[in-house]
Structure formats: C-alpha cells, structure tokens
C-alpha cells in the first residue's frame, strides 16, 4: 500500500483525517503564500492554487506517495480574512463579521503517480449579532489569533454562527473528509 502524507502542520488536519482510520504522516509544506495573496486572484483560485502548491512542495520529494495539500480562504467583501496575529486585529474582523455572511472556502489537492485532483468546498458562513463584549470574552477564551477570520470552529467558535451552509460540515475545518474518503478510495486506499 502506498504511504499518505498530509502536507500540514496543522493538529485539526491531522485529527480528521485520522478519522478515516487510515496511517499517515505529515510535514510542513514549504511554501510562501504572501506574494500569491497580493496578486489578487480570485479567493476561489487562491485556495485552489495554495493547496496544490502545498502537495506539491511535498510531493517532489515523495513521488511515491499520495500526497494530500489543503488550504482554506475567509472571504467578506472581496477582501480575503487572513490570521489576525494579534488581539486587536482578531477583534476587528470579528466585529466586521458580527451579523453578516462570510465564505470559508476550502480546497483539498491531491497528488498520486503525477496525477493532481483539486476539490474545493464552499461555506456561507452567517455569524450572529455579537456585542464588543462578547466577541472579547471570545478571543480571551478561544485565542483565534492563528486562524483565518479570527475565529476556530472546531472550538469554541462554532458558538458564534446562526447558519453554516455547506455540501461537507468537515470541511470547516480544513478536510473535506467526504470527498478525501472517495478519492482515496479510487486511489486504492481501503476506507473503511
């Protein structure tokens, strides 16, 4: 059988995709998504683009094995919500967020005997009316500072939205896991 490495470092990544009871490393992909940012394509595109580029990156080395790269994009408003860093960044984004519709756009690449598969997923995401309080309270107890939109679903901040809309509720959270199990079945992978 072949070996699968997620090319992330990501722990939510690597936690569902351990839900498909499947053996699989994982390593850092080495690649700079600023310059690609600033280009200005569509977020759509951009996610597409950085998740192939991550399994690439990956992939050269292990032309062996299947190889899966994931990217996620926050988009409101044709501006693209990236990593807050710190506090008063997260707070901002929050309170822009509060009560509006957002995209979570993730896509998944995967790369096996050179052969590329992209799936993208999109989710409206609808976050309720929260108060200044509230959105602090938030970021003191979940610290979202690493996460694009400021906020980590698959904690605490799940409690901020009304309505997720989506074709794949865990892709949310980086993996599509529905399509991955597919894939991954046409590839040879035994699931379950």
Request: negative net charge.
């Amino acid at each position: 059988m072949k070996n699968i490495i997620l090319a992330s470092s990501s722990v939510y990544r690597k936690q569902q995709l351990e839900r498909l009871n499947i053996s699989f490393s994982s390593l850092s992909p080495d690649v700079d998504e600023e310059p690609l940012k600033s280009h200005g394509l569509d977020h759509v595109e951009l996610s597409k683009k950085l998740s192939l580029l991550k399994a690439r990156s990956i992939s050269k080395d292990n032309r062996e094995a299947i190889v899966i790269g994931g990217d996620q994009v926050a988009s409101f408003n044709a501006a693209i919500l990236s990593k807050p860093e710190t506090k008063e960044k997260a707070f901002e984004q929050l309170k822009s967020l509060s009560g509006n519709e957002h995209q979570l756009i993730t896509s998944l690449a995967v790369i096996s005997d050179g052969d590329e598969y992209i799936h993208t997923c999109i989710a409206k995401m609808r976050m309720r009316r929260l108060s200044d309080g509230q959105i602090k309270r938030y970021i003191d107890i979940d610290e979202p500072l690493q996460s694009c939109g400021s906020y980590r679903l698959e904690a605490l901040g799940i409690s901020l939205f009304e309505a997720i809309e989506c074709e794949d509720f865990s892709s949310i959270v980086g993996i599509p896991l529905m399509w991955t199990a597919g894939m991954l079945s046409r590839l040879g992978i035994s699931i379950p």
